[in-house]
């Protein structure tokens, strides 16, 4: 499996800024797809994650609201819409699979071993 991510970058706060993630090496039919994130010094954390069908999301109580994960059916990605970003929102992303027959929901924010994983994107947002 193969997780190639991108969109990464330098904005100010308030602004806006959009990941992709297309993988690659299976049929992710049954697959939930998600973003984690790690800032310095920090532990890696969950952001928001979506079935690859496209039927569910389910996000972190600390982008909902700003942060809008979807699907393009078109370019077969995902996409991971960040809006409103804050200082705090500063980490290297990662966009995660993981085969479950669980929704987003069901799963939450605790993802069950093995997930594969991209390489990371960084995001900075400056004050």
């Known amino acids: 499996v193969q997780l190639q991510a991108s969109g990464g970058g330098l904005v100010q706060t308030g602004e806006s800024l959009r990941l992709s993630c297309t993988p690659s090496?299976?049929?992710?039919?049954?697959?939930?797809m998600g973003w984690f994130r790690q800032a310095p010094g920090k532990e890696r954390e969950f952001v928001a994650a979506?079935?690859?069908?496209?039927?569910?999301?389910y996000y972190a109580d600390s982008v909902k609201g700003r942060f809008t994960i979807s699907r393009d059916f078109a370019k077969n990605m995902i996409n991971l819409q960040m809006n409103s970003l804050k200082f705090e929102d500063t980490a290297v992303y990662y966009c995660?699979?993981?085969?479950?027959?669980?929704?987003?929901?069901?799963?939450?924010?605790?993802?069950?071993?093995?997930?594969?994983w991209g390489q990371g994107t960084l995001v900075t947002v400056s004050s």
């Open positions: 995660a699979a993981t085969q479950t027959r669980h929704s987003p929901s069901y799963l939450g924010s605790k993802w069950p071993a093995p997930a594969d």
């Open positions: 979506i079935s690859w069908s496209g039927g569910g999301t």
């Open positions: 090496g299976r049929n992710f039919n049954s697959y939930v």
